[in-house]
C-alpha cells in the first residue's frame, strides 16, 4: 500500500526529473538559436579568398553503438593581413549517419582548392564556407522546443492523473 509519505517522494522525484528535463530544453533552445542567428547573419558577411589546408572524414560513435561521420575541412584565409584558420563548414547539422553523406561533402573541398571564406565582419576568426540558414540550422532549436513542450504536456497531465486518483 502506498503512503502519503512515498507518494510525496514520487511527487518531488518526478517534479525534479521534469525540471532538468525543463533545462536541457532551454539550453538547447538558446544554443540552437544561437546557431539560427549565426546561420543567418552569415549570409550577409564579406568574404575573403582561402586556401582549403585539410580535408577528411571522422567517425564517431554513441553510446548505443551508432556511428555519425563528419566532414572535417580546415582552411586558411587572410583578412587584414592577419592570417586565420578555421573549420566551421556551416552552421547546423554537420555530422551524418551516412558516411557517403560526409565523404561527398569533403570530396568538395579537397586539399589545395581555392575557397571563398565567409566571415563575421566583427569577429574575423568566426567565418563559414556554406553560408545562411540550411534544415540542419533547425536541428538544435527543434530538440530544444520538443524537450520544453514535453514537460509541459507531461506535468500538467501527471497532476491531473494524480490528483484524479
Known amino acids: 500500500m502506498e503512503t502519503e ?3 510525496g517522494k514520487g511527487c ?12 536541457i530544453g532551454v539550453g538547447l533552445t538558446i544554443w540552437g538559436w544561437t546557431i539560427l542567428q549565426n546561420a543567418r547573419a552569415s549570409a550577409s558577411w564579406p568574404t575573403a ?34 592570417n ?12 551524418y ?5 560526409a565523404e561527398g561533402i569533403a ?4 586539399i589545395g582548392k581555392n575557397v571563398t571564406v565567409y566571415y563575421d565582419p566583427e569577429k574575423p576568426d568566426r567565418s563559414v564556407l556554406e553560408p545562411g540558414v540550411t534544415a540542419g540550422s533547425y536541428i538544435v532549436i527543434g530538440i530544444g522546443v520538443f524537450f ?13 492523473l494524480r490528483n484524479r486518483a
Not at 97 to 101: A, P, T, W
Request: no cysteine; net charge neutral.
Open 84 to 95: 586565420f584558420v578555421n573549420s566551421t563548414i556551416k552552421f547546423g547539422e554537420n555530422a
Open 107 to 110: 570530396a568538395g573541398y579537397p
Open 12 to 23: 518531488v522525484s518526478s517534479i525534479f526529473s521534469m525540471g532538468i528535463f525543463l533545462l
Open 49 to 82: 579568398d582561402g586556401v582549403v589546408t585539410n580535408s577528411g572524414v571522422s567517425r564517431s560513435t554513441d553510446a548505443d553503438g551508432g556511428d555519425s561521420y563528419s566532414p572535417e575541412i580546415t582552411y586558411s584565409y587572410n583578412v587584414n593581413n592577419t
Open 148 to 160: 520544453i513542450l514535453i514537460t509541459l504536456v507531461t506535468v500538467p497531465l501527471a497532476f491531473f
Open 97 to 101: 549517419s551516412n558516411r557517403r553523406k
Open 5 to 7: 509519505t512515498s507518494k
